[in-house]
């Protein structure tokens, strides 16, 4: 079975600083994919990246970073120069025998 | 494309009550996905359907709580009899064929906040 560990239960920021959310996906599996998903206050659930477990090249989306490490089983979330928009609960999950699960989620919030 | 769609977005009911959540998925899509939502616990996927069969139920919390899928284009979550703690958020999902495995095109719906009073 599969393991997703979302560290920090509650992160509070100024805007304009960066802020890391971490994630932990164990697994046994060989191949897995990762993802990142946002949920604003108004409930939707946004899908972020989605990053297979073969490529550990770091990806960039705007103020959006992500990182990527296979052997410490770790796939960060950065948002750089934060906004008060980005105040959301941020999930981490994965795939294992084809069905998707998350981590307890991130709540992030952005003061002015 | 709609989206998937889940009805109703709202549902108060009081305890000891049926409560049926409904979900139609994409179309063309064969996997579906039931979650609930809780502060407490986060995301949890309660079931999931392949072309219409239920393939993993070991997140479905107790016999009261029931799915179905009748056809490709329609689940129920059936919550018999609901209890206060049954309240949450519940999100139905739904993604395409072959596609399991990467979770390529996993799609959710608005969810249905359940208020069980």
């Known amino acids: 079975a599969q393991k997703v560990t979302q560290a920090q239960t509650e992160i509070s920021v100024v805007e304009k600083e960066d802020v890391t959310l971490d994630c932990v996906y164990e697994?046994?599996?060989?191949?897995?994919?990762l993802f990142w998903y946002k949920q604003p206050p108004s409930g939707e659930l946004v899908f972020l990246i989605r990053r297979n477990s073969f490529d550990e090249q770091n990806e960039i989306s705007g103020r959006y970073s992500w990182n990527f490490q296979k052997s410490t089983s770790s796939f960060n979330f950065t948002i750089t120069a934060s906004q008060v928009v980005d105040s959301a609960v941020y999930f981490c999950g994965g795939t294992s025998y084809g069905k998707l699960t998350f981590g307890q989620g991130t709540i992030l919030t952005v003061h002015p | 494309d709609a989206g998937v769609i889940q009805s109703p977005r709202h549902e108060v009911t009081e305890m000891g009550q049926e409560v049926t959540l409904r979900c139609k998925p994409i179309?063309?899509?064969?996997?579906l996905f039931w979650y609930r939502q809780t502060m407490m616990r986060g995301l949890e996927l309660l079931i999931y359907?392949?072309?219409?069969?239920?393939?993993?139920d070991s997140g479905m919390p107790e016999d009261r709580f029931s799915a179905k899928m009748p056809n490709a284009s329609f689940s129920t979550l059936k919550i018999q009899p609901s209890e206060p703690r049954d309240s949450a958020v519940y999100f139905c999902a739904s993604s395409p064929p072959g596609q399991g495995a990467t979770g390529y095109g996993y799609t959710f719906g608005s969810g249905t906040r359940l208020t069980v009073v």
């Open positions: 697994t046994r599996d060989t191949t897995y994919y």
């Open positions: 359907f392949n072309n219409n069969v239920p393939i993993d």
């Open positions: 179309s063309g899509h064969n996997s």
